[in-house]
């Protein structure tokens, strides 16, 4: 497992979710991360913001806490929406290796901020956001895919951008030669 601070490696912008101050992740991961970066423009780039986090220690306590919260929170504000409470809240695997790592972007230099209110935006405005950053959006979300990420299945924790690292040798299992172009 790699420690990563605050700031750049080989290109890819690290920015710890407070109050996390670094990421750990598996070398195998971040490989794929650079590879995914590689394939996307120069002005699109990737921003990884969270990683494996112990479920031990303060800030396991901490994400346990605002968890906690958060539950009780969305649970009022969408009532209609409780089936998604364990794909937004449950720890997602972040707590078992540095597999699971969350993903932003940064277009032309800037944060793209497609959940403003965190998981807690409603879901108009995120299709709103998407609509308007789509292509980004898209590009971002194969280049994962082809380089061994599995996206999450919750549309709001796919926006956040949660993935985890199957594998490069597994694009067979994905279903993304489908996508692509017959020889
Ligand atoms: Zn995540």
């Known amino acids: 497992m790699l420690t990563l601070q605050r700031g750049r490696h080989h290109g890819l912008h690290i ?83 540095g597999h699971h790592v969350d993903v932003s972007l940064v277009l032309h230099g800037k944060r793209l901020r497609l959940l403003p209110l965190g998981v807690f935006t409603p879901p108009r405005w995120q299709d709103r956001r998407v609509a308007r950053h789509a292509e980004a959006v898209a590009l971002v979300k194969h280049s994962l895919q082809y380089c061994g990420f599995d996206l999450h299945h919750n549309p709001t924790e796919a926006l956040q951008i949660h993935c985890d690292y199957r594998g490069s040798n597994q694009l067979a299992d994905s279903g993304i030669l489908q996508l692509l172009p017959k020889p």
């Open 15 to 97: 920015a710890p979710r407070w109050p996390a101050t670094h990421i750990q992740i598996e070398e195998d991961a971040l490989q794929g991360l650079l590879d995914a970066q590689a394939r996307l423009p120069a002005e699109l780039r990737l921003l990884v913001t969270r990683g494996f986090e112990s479920r031990q220690g303060r800030l396991g306590d901490f994400r346990r806490r605002v968890r906690r919260l958060g539950i009780r929170v969305f649970r009022a504000c969408y009532p209609g929406r409780h089936d998604e409470i364990d794909a937004i809240f449950g720890a997602n695997g972040h707590d078992i290796d």
